[in-house]
């Protein structure tokens, strides 16, 4: 196959892009819907799939480095396709399994693109490369959710109407929802053939131009033994820089949290698809303008701009969420997601569209900066930095999804649940600063690289004599 006349590392780049557009298309809307359609089990899977995640990232760095970037990410892009799949006919222990499995998944396939955007990038192209992935990439909340929706709203005028809930009665729990459904199946149906679609286009991905790009270093071709290499992404986590950076990492899943879960659970489910597009809409303009900026402006800005965009996201979630909860109060025992809301005026939403398109401004600018950071500062240890990277925004999403039951109530949120969610967001964002902050004056400013760890080499005759060895006549290409 050729470049269709593009440079290859370029190709590449979008090659990747799309993949990660359709696979994700499949699993940003099941992840946006889960706790809408399938109730508490909804956010149970996807504290086991972050749970998992957060583990497996310590080991991604091997098995990427093993199987290449191209194949990595083609095998553990069904590994999400399984998990969307599984979704299609509910049954609980499957479900719970497959969530495990796409956490595992998911490692790797951070992992394998970590390594290969670094490879592919120089440090004049770098933080465009990474903005246009992520502006393009999460592009994947809008088809998505769009078409469902559409799905959603038929399979809602067909449903037969509940019974009018007692004056004042408690919400009911959420219950799991088991076996097939004849409003939901057919979404997941559709979502799995375009999980499956996207983890088939990695295989369209050619050899890396290393002379326009960054050349894989010696740990990317050759990784010690699985223990070895695990300790070696453990004591990277440990160093200074890395330990000023972890706050800003985690972020990123405080940050998915909110807007994939407490921000979205007080629409009705057929609101839900369009507001969360306006995300996907935000991300694909800061992608293409965020990146030139980054390259040209430096980290700071980048840094600055995100945290301008989640403050507007957090005033606007705030009021549209008291605007939502005092229009429900005239319906007893009735919270925001529910079904009487979805009479709610059309204008109740503006606020919710409007903080979307905030939140997928800073999730650009702030995605970006990470990886800006942690391919041009970590270059020789890519692989373990960006492993690193999706481990700590799991373990911080995991922790969000796993207390959102808590936080919320019956779906939905009061006042003072959300005010709770946004004083949590807020807090860390300042952590945030500070650590990068810290960042910038021990390093960044004095143009010294941050330290990394120096695990005893292993031998090229060890190598030679391991299964997984790499001669010195192979390249390190994709395969």
């Known amino acids: 196959l050729k470049s269709f006349g593009l440079p290859r590392n370029f190709y590449n780049l979008m090659v990747m892009t799309v993949s990660f557009l359709l696979v994700f298309t499949a699993f940003q809307t099941a992840q946006v819907f889960g706790g809408k359609l399938l109730g508490d089990l909804g956010s149970y899977s996807l504290g086991t799939v972050y749970g998992v995640f957060s583990v497996a990232g310590f080991a991604a760095p091997y ?21 969307v799949a599984s979704l299609v006919y509910v049954i609980v222990p499957v479900v719970i399994l497959c969530s495990a499995i796409i956490g595992a998944s998911a490692a790797v396939l951070w992992c394998g693109q970590g390594t290969l955007i670094t490879q592919l990038t120089n440090a004049g192209n770098r933080a465009f490369f990474a903005s246009l992935f992520w502006g393009i990439f999460n592009l994947s909340v809008v088809p998505g959710n769009v078409t469902s929706h559409f799905l ?102 405080i940050e998915l949290t909110f807007w994939a879960s407490w921000l979205t659970r007080q629409m009705y489910k057929t609101v839900l698809g369009l507001v969360i597009s306006v995300f996907g809409i935000a991300e694909l303009i800061g992608g293409l303008t965020l990146g030139k900026v980054g390259d040209q402006m430096g980290p700071s800005v980048l840094l600055g701009i995100g945290m301008f965009a989640a403050t507007c996201g957090m005033v606007l979630g705030w009021w549209g969420n008291s605007q939502l909860v005092e229009y429900c109060q005239d319906f007893p025992g009735i919270l925001p ?12 939403y503006v606020p919710f569209g409007a903080a979307a398109g905030f939140w997928g401004i800073f999730d650009c600018s702030i995605q970006t900066l990470c990886q800006l950071l942690l391919s041009s500062e970590y270059q020789s240890e890519s692989s373990a930095a960006f492993a690193l990277f999706r481990t700590v925004q799991a373990m911080s999403a995991m922790l969000g999804f796993l207390i959102s039951p808590v936080l919320g109530n019956a779906g939905g949120s009061t006042k003072a649940q959300f005010v709770v969610e946004i004083l949590i967001c807020a807090s860390w964002c300042v952590v945030s600063v500070i650590g990068y902050v810290c960042f910038y004056v021990i390093y960044l400013r004095r143009n010294v690289r941050p330290p990394v760890p120096h695990v005893k080499e292993i031998s090229d005759d060890i190598f030679q004599r391991q299964s997984y060895h790499t001669t010195k006549t192979d390249t390190p290409d994709l395969p």
């Open 63 to 83: 098995a990427a480095a093993i199987l290449k970037p191209k194949k990595a990410m083609f095998l553990a892009g069904l590994g999400y396709t399984i998990y």
């Open 152 to 253: 959603l709203e038929a399979s809602d005028k067909n449903a037969p109407s509940p019974p009018p809930p007692a004056p004042a009665a408690p919400a009911a729990p959420v219950d799991l929802v088991p076996g097939w459904s004849h409003q939901d199946s057919p979404l997941f149906i559709l979502l799995t053939i375009v999980s499956a679609v996207g983890s088939c286009c990695f295989l369209l991905l050619q050899a890396v131009d290393y002379s326009k790009g960054t050349p894989a270093s010696r740990d990317d071709e050759r990784q010690p033994p699985l223990l070895q290499s695990v300790k070696k992404t453990f004591l990277l986590l440990l160093t200074p820089g890395m330990l000023m950076l972890t706050p800003l990492l985690s972020l990123t899943g």
């Open 337 to 348: 997601s529910k079904g009487a809301c979805k009479q709610a005026p059309a204008y109740y």
